[in-house]
C-alpha cells in the first residue's frame, strides 16, 4: 500500500551531507535535510510533517537519542531509523523509541510500508472522539518516577543487578506485587521461591523485572472499587500474565530474537489494561456494554466500538503512548483484536499477543461476555504463519491445563 499523498517525510542524515542521500518518495511527500536542519523544521509553529527518517552508518547510538529528542519534542510525528544491523542493546534501545528499524539495503516499498504503519497508529490514537472518550474517563494514571530512574539506569548499559534492585526497593508496594507475581503459579516458576527483588532481578533478568514494575505500578494505582463486579480485577492480570508468558514462548518458537519476545512479554502484560481504565471510568456504563455484547453475541470490543466509539484496545494503547513506551509494543496492543487492520505483512509481536489472547480461555465474568479475541486466520494467512498454528494451538492448551492443575 502506497503512502497517502498527503503524507510529509523529513529525511534526514546524521553526515550533514544532504545532498549524499536520496529518498525513494515523490518530491513532493518528502524532503532530505541534515540533522539541525530537521529540527529547525521540527521547531517551526507551522511544522506539517507527518514522518522523521534517519539514516546512519555508524552512529547508531547518536541517532537513538536523537529519536528520543524527536519523541519528546513532536510526540505526534512517526519515528523511522535506517541503519546496519544492530547489535543487541542496541536493537532494544531503538525498538523503545522507533516506530521501524530498517537496513541500509531497504527497499522502496519496505519504507513506503515503514511510513504508512507509523502513520496508521499515530492516525487512530489521535482521532477527536477517542481523545473525547478518554478524557470523559477522568484523570489517568501517571508515569511512575521510579520507572525513569530504572530505564536511565537500563540504558547505561552498565547497570546491574544490585543498582537495579536498589532502584526497585524504593517502593515498597511495588516490590510486594512483584514477589506476589513472580511467585504466583500464573508466571510459570513454581520450582523457584523468591523473597528478594534482586533475587528475581537475578533470574529474570533487568528488562523482564522494568516490565513487571510497569505493571505492578499500573494496577496498583488502578484498584478495584466494591461497586465493579463485571469481572475481577485481579484475574484479568493473572490471565495478562498467562498471555505475556505464551506470546514470549511464540516468539522465541518462531526464531525471533530476545527484543521481540520482550516486546511480545510486555504487550501481553498490558494487553487489556484499556479494559480496566474503562471500568473505572464509568462503571454502570460499560456494565450496560458488556451486557449489550452478551445479548448480541459479540466479542466485547465490537460492542465498545458501537457504543463507546473507542474500544478497550485503543484506550490502553493511548495511555501506553502517552507514557512513551516502545511503539511496537504500543502498536501490538492497539491491534491486537483487528491484526488486519495494521497493514502489518510479517510476524511481529502484534501476532504472538494476538495469537496468545485469542487461544487462551477468555476472562470469567459474571455477564458471561466474551472477553476474549477471536483468531484472525485471515491475518495469519497473509503473513504466512497459518501452517504453524497447531503447534501454537499445543502450546496454549498446555498452559491452560496446566493453570487447571
Known amino acids: 500500500m502506497p503512502a497517502q499523498i498527503d503524507t510529509q517525510v523529513l529525511f534526514c542524515d546524521l553526515r550533514d551531507e544532504k545532498a549524499a542521500t536520496t529518498l525513494p518518495l515523490s518530491a513532493e511527500q518528502s524532503k532530505v535535510f541534515s540533522i539541525d536542519e530537521a529540527f529547525q523544521a521540527l521547531s517551526a509553529p507551522d511544522c506539517d510533517y507527518h514522518v522523521i527518517v534517519i539514516k546512519t552508518h555508524s552512529h547508531v547510538k547518536e541517532s537513538i537519542e536523537l529519536l528520543r529528542k524527536v519523541r519528546k519534542m513532536r510526540p505526534g510525528i512517526g519515528r523511522i531509523l535506517i541503519t546496519h544491523p544492530m547489535k543487541p542493546f542496541e536493537a532494544g534501545h531503538a525498538a523503545e523509541v522507533a516506530h521501524r528499524c530498517l537496513s541500509l539495503e531497504y527497499t522502496e516499498r519496505a519504507l513506503h510500508e515503514a511510513v504508512d504503519r507509523a502513520i496508521k497508529a499515530e492516525q487512530l490514537l489521535t482521532q477527536p472522539e477517542l481523545r473525547d472518550y478518554i478524557s470523559s474517563l477522568g484523570h489517568l494514571p501517571s508515569f511512575p518516577a521510579i520507572l ?10 552498565t547497570a546491574g543487578i544490585k543498582e537495579v534492585a536498589d532502584i526497585v526497593q524504593r517502593d515498597p508496594g511495588i516490590v510486594t506485587k512483584i514477589l506476589q507475581l513472580v511467585n504466583s503459579a500464573y508466571f510459570g516458576l513454581s520450582s523457584h521461591n523468591f523473597f528478594t527483588v534482586k533475587e528475581a532481578v537475578n533470574l529474570l533478568g533487568l528488562r523482564t523485572i522494568r516490565d513487571l514494575v510497569l505493571t505492578a505500578h499500573l494496577f496498583e494505582s488502578m484498584p478495584q472499587t466494591a461497586q465493579w463486579r ?13 498471555v505475556s508468558q505464551l506470546a514470549s514462548d511464540i516468539c522465541r518458537d518462531a526464531g525471533y530474537d530476545r527484543n521481540m519476545q520482550s516486546q511480545a512479554r510486555l504487550a501481553g502484560l498490558l494487553l487489556d489494561v484499556g479494559m480496566i481504565l474503562l471500568a473505572m471510568g464509568d462503571g454502570q456504563q460499560y456494565h450496560q456494554v458488556m451486557i449489550r455484547a452478551q445479548e448480541l453475541n459479540q466479542p466485547l470490543y465490537v460492542v465498545e466500538k458501537m457504543l463507546l466509539g473507542a474500544t478497550h484496545a485503543q484506550a ?3 495511555l501506553l503512548d502517552r507514557w512513551n513506551l516502545a511503539p511496537e509494543m504500543v502498536h501490538a496492543v492497539l491491534f491486537h483484536h483487528v491484526p488486519n487492520a495494521s497493514g502489518d505483512t510479517a510476524f511481529s509481536a502484534l501476532t504472538a499477543v494476538h495469537l496468545a489472547d485469542s487461544l487462551l480461555p477468555p476472562l470469567f465474568n459474571a455477564m458471561g461476555c466474551n472477553l476474549g479475541g477471536r483468531l484472525s486466520r485471515e491475518y495469519l494467512t497473509a503473513i504466512g504463519v497459518i501452517d504453524q498454528l497447531p503447534k501454537w494451538e499445543m502450546a496454549a492448551h498446555e498452559v491452560a491445563r496446566a493453570m487447571r492443575n
Open 316 to 318: 490502553g494503547a493511548f
Open 148 to 157: 525513569v530512574d530504572l530505564d536511565e539506569a537500563l540504558r547505561s548499559e
Open 230 to 242: 463485571g469481572f475481577s480485577f485481579e484475574q484479568l492480570q493473572e490471565r495478562s500474565v498467562l
